[in-house]
């Protein structure tokens, strides 16, 4: 996460992607990865959300406003008593992955490879500092359609309705 301020707001600039990993050249296992279960308490009308994340015993609480390719973002730590007593909450609102982190030029691309319901699901992050290097972003061929401003891959989404029919 990359938190950039606007008017004391913190934001993330981050477009999204499908990929098809049979076209990404080596091994992801190669990579740094994380496995990630995060869950949302509250998802709002406007696609604002409240969720809870262990990425690899590392707890933490994310509001996120409203957005496509910009979006507000406050996140906060939180011991894993916390991050255990909120978790049963997010019971049917969950997302379970594993996220490898790809170097590609001066960009991380976070690849993010999911489990369980949705599993099959491969997609990719990449942050920005500015709208304009977002805009300007030449992806590699392995990553495929932009889905940033797409709803259905939201991950509040994926977590509560599944894989969309593409």
Same mark, same amino acid.
């Given at each position: $996460?990359?938190?950039?301020?606007?008017?004391? !707001?913190? !934001?993330?600039?981050? =477009?999204? +992607? #499908?990929?098809?990993?049979? *076209? #990404?050249?080596?091994? &992801?296992?190669?990579?740094?990865?994380?496995?990630? =279960? !995060?869950?949302?308490?509250?998802?709002? @009308?406007?696609?604002?959300?409240? =969720?809870? =994340?262990?990425?690899?015993?590392?707890?933490? #609480?994310?509001?996120?406003?409203?957005? %496509?390719?910009?979006?507000?973002?406050?996140?906060?730590?939180?011991?894993? %008593? /916390? +991050?255990?007593? #909120?978790?049963?909450?997010?019971?049917?609102?969950?997302?379970?992955?594993?996220?490898?982190?790809? &170097?590609?030029? @001066?960009?991380?691309?976070?690849?993010?490879?999911? @489990?369980?319901?949705?599993?099959? *699901?491969?997609?990719?992050?990449?942050?920005?500092?500015?709208?304009?290097?977002?805009? /300007?972003?030449?992806?590699? $061929?392995? *990553?495929?359609? %932009?889905?940033?401003?797409?709803?259905?891959?939201?991950? /509040?989404?994926?977590?509560?309705?599944?894989?969309?029919?593409?």
């Amino acid at each position: $996460m990359t938190n950039h301020e606007t008017d004391n !707001q913190p !934001q993330e600039i981050e =477009r999204k +992607f #499908l990929v098809d990993i049979k *076209l #990404l050249e080596g091994n &992801p296992d190669d990579y740094e990865h994380a496995t990630i =279960r !995060q869950g949302y308490l509250a998802i709002g @009308e406007d696609g604002s959300e409240a =969720r809870v =994340r262990d990425k690899a015993g590392k707890y933490s #609480l994310t509001v996120k406003t409203k957005g %496509d390719l910009v979006r507000g973002e406050w996140e906060t730590k939180l011991t894993k %008593d /916390q +991050f255990e007593t #909120l978790w049963p909450a997010t019971e049917g609102k969950r997302v379970e992955k594993t996220r490898f982190k790809i &170097p590609y030029g @001066e960009y991380v691309v976070e690849l993010d490879v999911y @489990e369980g319901d949705l599993e099959g *699901l491969v997609s990719a992050e990449i942050e920005f500092e500015d709208v304009h290097a977002a805009e /300007q972003f030449e992806a590699p $061929m392995w *990553l495929g359609k %932009d889905v940033t401003k797409e709803s259905a891959f939201k991950y /509040q989404n994926l977590a509560c309705k599944g894989v969309p029919n593409e």
